[in-house]
Structures are given as C-alpha cells and as structure tokens.
C-alpha cells in the first residue's frame, strides 16, 4: 500500500522560512519521479517542484532560487526546503510520486519534471504566509 505522508506546514511571515517533509512506503522509492505541488483557495493545482531518480530538479519560475526539493533514497523521504516566503505561497502543498519510464535502449530510469504524470499523493500539509 502506498502512502505519503506530509509535514512541515505552518504559519510564518513574509521572508519566513519553512522545511516540508514527505515519508513514504510501500514502494520503491528510488524508481520514482518525486514533486511537490500546491494549490490555493481558488485556484487550480500548480507544480512548484520536482526530482528525478538521480537528483535533477526542476521548478516553477515563481519559486526559483528561494525553494529547494531534495530527496533521501535511504529513507524514503522527499522535501522542499522553502525560503524568503511570500504570501503567494500560502497554498496547501502536495507531495506526489509518479513512476519512473525506463529507456530501452539502456534500461535507464527518467522522468519528465512537473509535465510527469503522478499517480500517488498524500493528503496536504497547510502554508500560510502573512504579510
């Protein structure tokens, strides 16, 4: 059975920082495309983050150089190291796991960033950025 379990969310101030965490289980965590997502009050689901199996990220312009995904493949556990927040980042963020395509030609396992295709998610931890 697959879960992910989020945490890390709060309440802070503009400039504030924030570490969201992603446990997961029951499958294998190294052979997945791992990403963060939000989605604020009225506002459709955005892709903010993302890591393939060997480590390349990707992210939403809006979040570039203040946020960092990262993953621990011993432990299973993703996260998104969020820096300088605005409140335009007040959202409920996602973790979400997709399955990593496996190439042909030499049996290499990639993913396709935020345009990946996500069949797992966790429930949502809540962030709230004040002004």
């Not at 499958?27 to 506002?43: D, N, V």
């Amino acid at each position: 059975q697959v879960q992910l379990v989020e945490s890390g969310g709060g309440s802070v101030e503009s400039g504030g920082s924030l570490r969201l965490s992603c446990a997961t289980s029951g499958y294998s965590y190294s052979r997945y495309c791992m990403a963060w997502f939000r989605q604020a009050p009225g506002k459709e689901r955005e892709g903010v983050a993302a890591i393939d199996v060997v480590g390349s990220t990707s992210y939403v312009d809006s979040v570039k150089g203040r946020f960092t995904i990262s993953r621990d493949n011993a432990k299973n556990t993703l996260h998104l190291q969020m820096n300088n927040l605005k409140p335009e980042d007040t959202a409920m963020y996602y973790c979400a796991a997709g399955q990593a395509s496996k190439r042909w030609y030499n049996g290499n396992y990639y993913c396709s960033g935020l345009r990946g295709t996500f069949g797992y998610w966790g429930q949502g931890t809540q962030v709230t950025v004040s002004s």
